[in-house]
Structures are given as C-alpha cells and as structure tokens.
C-alpha cells in the first residue's frame, strides 16, 4: 500500500490542521492505520492510532482531548484533527499503515512521506 500524507501547514498557537492520508494499491479496511511524529532532534513518537474498522482509537497522553484520530474507508483515507495546537507539536507528520494488531506497539508495515506542523507561539 502506498500512503500520501497532507494537509500541514505554519498556524498560530491555538489554532488547528486536519491532516489527511490517502492509501492507494491495496485493501484500505486491513489495515490498523496510525500518526506518528517526529520533531527536529528527538525521535519519533506515537501520536493516534485506530483499528481497521474505524471503531477504536488510541492516543499519546500528550494529545489527548486535543487531536482526534478518524478514518474513512469508502475514501481510503485516515484523517487527524489536530485542535488547540502548541509549539511543542511542531513536527513531521507521518502516517503508518499496520497489517497485523494496531496501536502505539503495533509493527508498522508502511509508511507515508510525512506532512510539517509548524506551530508559532
């Protein structure tokens, strides 16, 4: 499966990004699908996962209440609402497509291009 990540951008503290990763060349609905991000310096973390239909979701401590993670399947396409943003998610965003379980442990099998959150204090 092929993954293309965007929708990010520079916004002001507060403000917020929807994100967007289309999957294209296999079955989108077998895949746990997730975000991950990566900031200058510091290693990638995890940020959201949800299951292949869509029906549970998983979050960082450090994004909860702040950033929702959803995914269209007739679209194929996971989706982050990124709200209330600060300068400490100032990152790359990348999208992570998983075949096997799902969730912050999961193995990830593909991986998108990643999309820059620059967010200005």
């Known amino acids: 499966v092929q993954l293309q990540a965007s929708g990010g951008g520079l916004v002001q503290a507060g403000g917020s990004l929807r994100l967007s990763c289309v999957a294209s060349?296999?079955?989108?609905?077998?895949?746990?699908m997730a975000w991950f991000r990566q900031a200058p310096g510091k290693e990638r973390e995890f940020v959201a996962a949800?299951?292949?239909?869509?029906?549970?979701?998983r979050y960082a401590d450090s994004v909860k209440g702040r950033i929702t993670i959803s995914r269209d399947n007739a679209k194929n396409t996971v989706y982050l609402q990124t709200n209330s943003l600060k300068p400490e998610d100032t990152a790359v965003y990348y999208c992570?497509?998983?075949?096997?379980?799902?969730?912050?442990?999961?193995?990830?099998?593909?991986w998108g291009q990643g999309t820059q959150v620059t967010v200005s204090s």
């Open positions: 992570a497509a998983a075949v096997n379980y799902w969730g912050p442990t999961a193995t990830y099998d593909y």
């Open positions: 060349g296999s079955t989108f609905s077998r895949y746990g």
């Open positions: 949800i299951t292949r239909s869509g029906t549970s979701t």
